[in-house]
């Protein structure tokens, strides 16, 4: 008898720990943040205690919250698109254009070594070669392609969305690239001896067998978009804004419930677009269908 209760309590004694640090570190971290968000904003003290869904109707009642909205989306979504496609155009040439696996394997790290350095050194570093008198300016000029400097290279959305890009493709890359890799190979010689042209293998076999990496990677570029606000503030010279920005500008102005009941409306958007993507793709049933 006591073997038997033993058993049922053991697979509870191996997730405690896990079970005790997401408490610790999520679970009363986000209460915290939700009884804030129902405190009075307090112009001396940043807050006072209370009950009060004042934050909830200042931030549903302004079009300010509309606009940082729609931007912070219309970034996701830009950026979502472009690493998408890079990143599914890299993941298959490695696995179907590179014969050598250690070869594969080889160019596959070499995608990550920009991650040796610093996000922000990353992402400063375009400054230099998008600004008035940088480097790319400098060569269209002397090209003769452009007379004057172009100004929307740097500090502008262009610049945010190239940021975003060279920082989080490679979180778009990895998860396609695992994908693809457990995709048989002779289901793309079958699909081809049968006169399935390459359009047709790639839309009807490889992008079916690759959903599970895509929706990962979109999970993860997405979230990570919707969740910064240092890329906006640099490289688009203030120009841009997103919620996050938002709630940062709350906080230095002590405006503690203000800011913590827009993270929590952010919070809720993001869970339910990752929601939205794992309603399309089934992760844990094609990662199960792979093996």
Not at 31 to 50: C, K, Q, T, W, Y
Not at 235 to 257: K, T
């Amino acid at each position: 008898m006591s073997n038997g209760t033993g058993s049922k309590r053991r697979p509870f004694v191996r997730v405690a720990p896990l079970g005790v640090a997401l408490a610790i570190f999520f679970v009363v971290p986000l209460g915290v943040l939700l009884a804030v968000s129902f405190f009075e904003n307090d112009m001396i003290f940043g807050m006072r205690p209370a009950l009060t869904p004042e934050s909830y109707v200042e931030l549903f009642t302004t079009m300010n919250t509309l606009w940082l909205y729609l931007s912070t989306l219309k970034f996701a979504a830009i950026v979502w698109a472009i690493t998408l496609l890079i990143g599914f155009t890299i993941a298959y040439f490695l696995v179907f254009h590179v014969r050598s696996l250690l070869i594969a394997i080889g160019l596959f790290l070499l995608c990550t070594v920009p991650f040796w350095t610093s996000n922000i050194i990353r992402m400063i570093s375009w400054i230099p070669l998008l600004g008035k008198q940088g480097l790319v300016n400098q060569a269209l000029m002397g090209l003769g392609i452009v007379d004057d400097p172009v100004e929307w290279l740097l500090f502008s959305d262009f610049s945010v969305v190239l940021s975003y890009v060279h920082l989080f493709t490679l979180f778009m890359i990895v998860p396609i690239f695992n994908s693809m890799a457990r995709i048989d190979k002779a289901l793309i010689e079958a699909a081809r001896d049968a006169g399935a042209s390459s359009f047709r293998i790639m839309w009807e076999v490889i992008v079916p067998l690759s959903r599970s990496g895509i929706a990962l990677g979109s999970i993860f570029v997405i979230v990570l978009v919707m969740g910064d606000f240092f890329v906006i503030k640099v490289m688009s010279g203030g120009r841009s804004a997103s919620v996050v920005s938002s709630i940062f500008e709350d906080i230095n102005v002590l405006l503690y419930p203000s800011g913590s009941a827009s993270a929590v409306v952010l919070l809720i958007v993001v869970v339910l677009m990752v929601m939205g993507v794992l309603r399309v793709v089934n992760i844990r049933r094609e990662l199960a269908g792979a093996r």
